[in-house]
């Protein structure tokens, strides 16, 4: 018998620079914050899932689960890292939601960290890069952004895509920064601002890609007898989904769709028992502009073509019929790769709570997506307000 | 640039001995029935641009050679690669027809044909 799983605490670092703090403290510091939150004692916590990328790389610390662990003082508990490139973070929630579910334990803790921001250009291309197959695309020179400008030309072909459209995205998304607290970045762009901004993979600019960063995020995960009273609002976990889709670019079958997006949510509806027009917001993988338009497609929200129409207008701002990246996205929140996945949890959460900076109101349903390296990677995760 | 060079601009993939599949590679398994039959054999450097981008910002590994572009080709062999595309004209359009006119690092290099 499964039980049902609830998010009962959560806690996160700033995301953006953050000098002088390490990958372990920034870790601890959002874990501690979830513990403390959810009121659950730690010794009733019985696994922790660390969804983390490239730490060896840029900080050379690994075992980041069973270090983390020591610092908070938790018991002689399993303790896993997981990687799946930008993936990490909504994986690790993945097997933690099931460590809880299948009754391995009662209380789980997940915990998403990066520390980019130390490293040289060169050394932070060189770990990215790390999550290319490198049989392949990798020794042709190609990079993550040059991936989704060939995927932007190609659409652009297809459905008369405009830079507009797609700067509208990045307008939105800069802008919802300023309203979030854990923001690297928050900005009112013009579409010239954007326009001019130097070529990164044409017909990619600098401000359609997001920012390296540090952070960490936190959430804890219980069953329902563990859930005090007085303690933080819990949410519930409706669904779970991961998926793999093709390592290798040649491998896709459109360039314009990642397949494992598209099994992940059809798997999360299906788990969920919910319809899309049932979501009342999403956090989903914008690692580029275009990412956004092509992942909304992906998830199901609207027609092939649609989405760079629905951002242009106004559609997905908060207010619109689907409010996407409210919290500003990789694109203004900043992407501290391990976190990432977990962080667009811990924003949906506030939004289900009605506790956010840029509220949706009355949230009943929200999505998160993250995407790991050429699509090989996915979750897609279903969360429900506690009494919906 | 004209046709002529179709033969001399051959692409090595991978020929499953078992089933016929065609992978681009390196791989140690075919990706259709798992045979480690594997044989390279030479295909015709002749496809179709389906998209391609400037990378401006090369790997550490390229910086040299930044910017450069990159272009997935699907080849009349019925096979997509990733590959070099190499002074594209300024109305390239994915459709574009395309010859390999090289390698690269045992990457082709492709070049649009005169329509």
């Not at chain 1, 392949?136 to 459905?159: H, I, K």
Request: charged residues 20%; negative net charge; glycine residues 10%.
């Amino acid at each position: 018998m499964t039980q049902r799983v609830s998010i009962v605490g959560i806690g996160s670092t700033r995301f953006g620079p953050q000098p002088g703090k390490g990958i372990v403290q920034l870790a601890v510091e959002a874990a501690e914050a979830a513990i403390r939150e959810s009121g659950i004692e730690r010794e009733r916590i019985g696994a922790l899932y660390f969804g983390n990328f490239i730490s060896g790389p840029l900080t050379g610390q690994e075992v980041l689960a069973g270090i983390v662990a020591d610092h908070l003082g938790l018991a002689n508990i399993p303790c896993t890292k997981v990687e799946g490139a930008c993936a990490s973070g909504g994986i690790a929630f993945r097997h933690a939601k099931l460590a809880v579910e299948s009754r391995q334990c009662d209380a789980a803790l997940v915990v998403g960290a990066e520390k980019m921001t130390q490293a040289s250009t060169e050394m932070i291309t060189a770990a990215l890069n790390c999550a290319m197959d490198n049989l392949s695309d990798g020794v042709s020179g190609l990079t993550f952004p040059g991936l989704f400008g060939m995927a932007w030309r190609l659409y652009e072909q297809r459905y008369g895509l405009t830079r507009a459209q797609v700067s509208a995205v990045v307008r939105k998304n800069k802008a919802n920064g300023l309203l979030n607290p854990l923001a690297q970045m928050g900005r009112y762009l013009t579409d010239d601002e954007i326009e001019q901004s130097p070529f990164i993979c044409d017909p990619m600019r600098l401000f359609d890609c997001c920012p390296t960063s540090d952070g960490a995020a936190a959430l804890v995960l219980a069953a329902d007898e563990l859930i005090e009273t007085g303690g933080a609002v819990p949410v519930r976990v409706l669904a779970s989904a991961q998926t793999r889709g093709a390592a290798r670019i040649a491998g896709h079958s459109d360039l314009c769709s990642f397949d494992a997006t598209v099994a992940a949510a059809h798997l999360a509806f299906k788990e969920a028992g919910i319809d899309r027009s049932d979501i009342d917001v999403v956090e989903l993988h914008d690692c580029f502009s275009i990412a956004e338009i092509l992942d909304s497609e992906d998830l199901g929200f609207m027609p092939r073509g649609h989405g760079a129409h629905w951002a242009k207008e106004g559609r997905t701002a908060v207010g619109g019929d689907l409010p996407i990246n409210p919290s500003g996205g990789l694109l203004a929140k900043g992407h501290p790769v391990g976190a990432t996945g977990v962080g667009q949890i811990y924003e949906t959460v506030l939004q289900l709570r009605g506790d956010h900076q840029n509220l949706v109101k009355d949230a009943a349903f929200g999505l998160t997506h993250n995407l790991g390296g050429t699509g090989v990677a996915c979750t897609v995760n279903i969360l429900g307000r506690y009494d919906a | 640039m004209p046709k002529r060079e179709i033969e001399d601009c051959q692409i090595n993939v991978l020929h499953c001995e078992n089933c016929g599949t065609l992978d681009p590679g390196p791989r140690s398994l075919c990706p259709k029935c798992h045979s480690a039959e594997l044989a390279e054999i030479a295909v015709p450097g002749a496809g179709t641009l389906l998209s391609w981008t400037t990378i401006r910002r090369p790997p550490t590994a390229f910086r040299e050679e930044g910017p450069y572009h990159i272009a997935v080709v699907d080849l009349d062999a019925k096979l997509r690669v990733t590959a070099r595309l190499t002074a594209p004209s300024p109305g390239i359009a994915p459709g574009a027809r395309v010859l390999c006119v090289g390698t690269r690092n045992d990457v082709p290099v492709f070049q649009e044909i005169d329509a």
